[in-house]
């Protein structure tokens, strides 16, 4: 074969490579909606105020019996969709690896959780339980996607461009959340206009972002590529396929120290994700068009913020700037105590704080973990992460809705979380990356 026959080839590889790229990173741009719009902005303080509606005198309502408070109700649905995930994963990726048809996969996880957040239409009055219902279906399906989603990485980019694709996926996915925002501000904000009762707008955003997510998850499936894995003994049945690459993790018991880490300060982050409208709603007293305003500047800003920090790593290494974004996180959730109600311009400083920490914690982590992954492993062990990413992601809600319930405050609800990033940081100091980058079998950076 000739020098210009291998270099066509390499070529028709690299643009194969790159039309795969393109389609994954719409998947973020298609899922990271539902994201945004529903799970931070819409649904909590929607569902909250249905469940207050179907309330008793007490201001308790009895799914199956058991009294909750009506303001705990949204948190722990999205604890119990986290659970169920947790126990889903295993036997989806399992699935995966043993048939290598992770597309239909993908696209049965994507069109359930659009199919759910869709029918979040049909939320309305009293509803409290259909709404909880489509919350955990919808939630579960998301978690299960972005698994599936996630784990392509290692197949469409080589080590040197893996951190570049991995990083245009989230900004794909920013800049979609951001788009949708500014049109359900515009819808909200403007209801009477278009003739639509407030209720009816927050309605349609909803199912907006389910049709959102069917129509832009048709990219990924025609662009990505199924493939076989070669490792025939990572085929095991679900929960067997968890124990093995458990007992295989043991191994770099560093890697696990690190993971821990990241389990406890993700599951923080995912809290204050998911319950940081409820408290500019219920607390703060703040409108509908001030919480999407506000989650639009976190978008817009969490990119600038990757960006950011991304060039800090650099000078200072992964670990360093990661343990000063957690400074960042604790400072920002205090501050957040204090806030007074009724004042829109403190809750957007809040939300600046929280934008310009938020990709960057979540960029890096991933980035710092990949360097802790053994060669040949790449898939196996970023299954386990995307794990530990949704493992522990119960305990901040329930903690969340839990001291609500005995307090009444969500100051104190708030203020709790403030465990999680301490906790986190003290967790990821103890953990000697350099030595764990080399108990992997992996070069070790200069920076790191």
Known sequence: MDID???RAGADDAADRGREQRGWYFYDWACSVYSTSVLTVFLGPYLTSVAKSAADADGYVHP????VRAGSFFAYAVSLSVIVAVLVMPLVGAAADRTGRKKPLLAAAAYVGAAATTGMFFLSGDRYLLGGVLLVV????????????????????????????????????????SLV?????????AHDSFGVSQTMAVRICLASAGLWWGAFTLVPLARLRDRRSARREAALPGMRQLAATVRDMR????????????????????????QASVYGSEELGLGQSTLITAVLLVQVLAVAGALAMGRLARFYGAKRTILGSLIAWTVTLGAGYFLPAKAPVFFFVLAAGIGLVLGGSQALSRSLFSHLVP??????????YELSDRGMSWLGPLLFGVTYQLTGSYRSAILS????FAIGFVLLARVP???????????????I
Not at 64 to 67: A, K
Not at 181 to 189: A, E, P, R, T
Not at 254 to 273: C, K, M, R
């Open 5 to 7: 026959t291998v270099r």
């Open 64 to 67: 199956l019996g058991v009294p």
């Open 138 to 177: 919808a939630n579960a399906a998301q978690s299960v996607g972005m698994m599936l989603y996630n784990s392509y990485l290692p197949q469409i980019a080589g080590p040197e461009e893996r951190d570049a694709v991995s990083s245009r996926g989230w900004a794909f996915g920013y800049a979609a959340g």
């Open 181 to 189: 925002l500014i049109g359900n501000l515009v819808l909200y904000s």
């Open 251 to 274: 191994r770099h018991p560093l890697t696990v120290a690190f993971l821990l880490a990241y389990l406890v300060y993700n599951d923080g982050i995912q809290t204050v994700i998911s």
């Open 375 to 384: 060669p040949g492993k790449e898939a196996e062990y970023f299954s386990a």
């Open 417 to 420: 979380l403030v465990a999680f």
């Open 433 to 447: 990356v350099r030595r764990a980058i080399g108990d992997a079998g992996n070069p070790v950076p200069e920076k």
